[in-house]
């Protein structure tokens, strides 16, 4: 059964951890301090308190852009985890976290009081872990500092703090059907799983491999060309990986330039519903999708989808 986060209130303590990437590789060196404060100023200014290792940055691989090194982003991980924090609210995405949760693994780290884990990408990994082993749900929505550099638009701000103070319940989408099994009258009463596709596809055979049965399954990719996309897709219908879920839907993946021809291909293959729901992933739209909560998925000609918070 899956838990439940409780919605936050003025001086909760906000998490910020870095389990992958630190800021985009600049000519400022001191851009992930920089970057850090604002973060800290807007959970300020929402009258939230604003926590975080003075470890959280440190030494890194250049080429991966590592915030810090494995051990420390895992020591910091499991610190945030055992917190009094109630919210883990990761830095930003890239890449780093399957080393992270594997830290967790090794060091047999029993399930920590339940907490509000938010961010996608690379986070992917850290959603379907806690699905997998804690059934906790979480929410697939901006970074830490895509929120403090306001790299989003202003509704998909607005719209992730009303969640996280409970004052928005449920959030709802208009879909677009890619096939003849979306746009049959039906509906489908389940959960979201999923996120970045990379992350996905990399995810099978793993602890943290994404939760399909009987769920709905998001996908979004960011960096990968519409040939690279395909052959995802091509490996997921050889293996039939794709047999158990009861839906699919497909955010933003950019490029964007012929990717239309990739995603309906992938539609027109299988038989279960796909659906299109831009406005989620890497672009400056990236509205929050709750994962591991009731989801309500109408399919037929003008489909939608709403999901609860919580």
């Known amino acids: 059964m899956m838990r439940s986060w409780q ?104 399930e920590p009081k339940p907490k509000l884990i938010i961010g996608f990408s690379d986070i992917t990994n850290i959603h379907n872990f806690i699905f997998n082993h804690w059934q906790w749900p979480s929410l697939h929505a901006l970074s830490m500092r895509q929120l403090g550099l306001s790299l989003v638009n202003e509704q998909d701000i607005a719209e992730i703090r009303s969640i996280i103070f409970g004052e928005k319940l449920e959030t709802s989408f208009s879909l677009q059907p890619l096939n003849n099994a979306a746009r049959v009258n039906k509906i489908i009463q389940t959960k979201m799983t999923g996120g970045n596709l990379t992350l996905v596809q990399t995810s099978v055979g793993t602890p943290w491999e994404t939760p399909l049965k009987n769920n709905i399954l998001l996908l979004e990719d960011v960096g990968e060309l519409p040939y690279r996309i395909a052959r995802i897709f091509q490996q997921f219908l050889a293996s039939n990986y794709l047999s158990s879920v009861q839906a699919v839907i497909l955010g933003d993946f950019i490029p964007e330039k012929d990717i239309d021809i990739v995603l309906l291909e992938l539609a027109k293959s299988i038989s279960i519903p796909v659906l299109r729901c831009k406005g989620i992933g890497h672009t400056s739209n990236n509205r929050t999708i709750p994962l591991g909560t009731d989801t309500i998925l109408t399919l037929g000609d003008n489909p939608s989808m709403v999901i609860k918070t919580r």
Not at 45 to 61: K, V
């Open 7 to 110: 919605p936050l209130k003025e001086n909760d303590k906000v998490r910020i951890i870095a389990p992958g990437a630190g800021s985009p590789l600049t000519k400022e060196p001191n851009s992930n301090w920089a970057d850090l404060e604002k973060c800290c100023a807007l959970l300020a200014s929402w009258r939230l308190t604003p926590i975080y290792s003075p470890q959280i940055f440190g030494e890194h691989n250049s080429y991966y852009n590592f915030a810090n090194a494995d051990d420390k982003r895992c020591d910091d991980f499991i610190d945030a985890l055992n917190s009094d924090a109630q919210v883990i609210w990761p830095f930003r995405g890239g890449y780093g976290s399957d080393r992270v949760i594997k830290a967790i693994i090794n060091n047999n780290i029993k």
